[in-house]
């Protein structure tokens, strides 16, 4: 938020000049002079609004609106008094550096309000679309009539299949946190292909790569499981043959690096085009990824050759 305001400031201090300079030299001239009174401005603004943020939320919004407004008119007024006691302004204009410290306040003041109140819906809808797409009534089903034809055969694999199941249902339903643990999520994966490979047996063979050293990587919660569960649903399910699965995580400096993997199916098992998805669990994974670390994060997802592939970078420390 810092960049993004200091950008918007320079950004407006470069155009604003463009208007009054006489050349390309005397516009370098005065927008260097103009960034002097501008940045100092800015950046007391952003310490003093970081400062009052606890309390500012327990007001209404437009006392919040009206309060950084005022700190960005005093501001404003500061880097003038900066130039004019340095001397590099001959006048201050004063009634214009408050005025445009209070307009500028209040665009930043509207854009951190639409950001904080845009999260909520946005994690609201996330959760929805990612429960719908965790617990599928055939999925439900599917591994309920496995645990029934294993109760009286196997016990043992039906009561674990059962606990698996249950344990996702806990992690669904429960209250979502901020954050997990990659190595948490990693873990829940590996419960539901514990599930899957009891219902596809040698159709579903699944290779995992871990690096210990990535397991601390915070992630939103719920965010691997559907995308395995993509990998399953359109590689495994339309073969016969079944297909590789492979989750492979790798911490590399600052980064943790999150791929999963999935062969595609011949098309000659096909009796007709095979179905595409509509992308609501990929859009769910990006847009919590962005929620939660902003530009740190990356997403990638698309074929590669006969395999699809999905990569996620996130930042390695919390």
Known sequence: MVLRTVLAVEAAVALATLFVAAG????????????????????????????????????????QYAVGASIGALTGLYGC??????GVMATAPWLASGLAGAAFAAVVMVAMVLRASGETPAATTARLEELQQRIRPHFLFNTLNSAIALVREEPAKAEAMLEDLSELFRSALADPDESVT???????AQRYLA?????????LRVRWAIDPAANDARLPKLLLQPLVENAVKHGVEPSPQGAKLRIRTERRGSKVVIEVVNSLPP??????????????ALANVR????????????????????????????????
Request: hydrophobic share 50%.
């Open 24 to 63: 390309a030299a005397d516009w370098l001239t005065l927008a260097a002079t103009v960034t002097g009174g501008a940045l100092p401005a800015t950046l007391l603004w952003l310490v003093l609004i970081c400062a009052a943020k606890k309390l500012l939320a327990r007001w209404p919004l437009q006392v």
């Open 81 to 86: 008094g900066l130039l004019r006691l340095t």
């Open 182 to 188: 990659l190595g948490d999520e990693i873990a829940l």
């Open 195 to 203: 599930i899957e490979q009891i219902r596809f047996g040698g159709r």
């Open 267 to 280: 098309l000659r098992w096909a009796d007709q085009p095979l179905p595409r998805g509509h992308g609501i």
């Open 287 to 318: 847009d919590r990824l962005r929620l939660l670390h902003d530009m740190q994060a990356s997403f990638r997802a698309g074929v590669d050759q006969d395999q699809y592939r999905v990569r996620i970078d996130i930042p390695a420390e919390p």
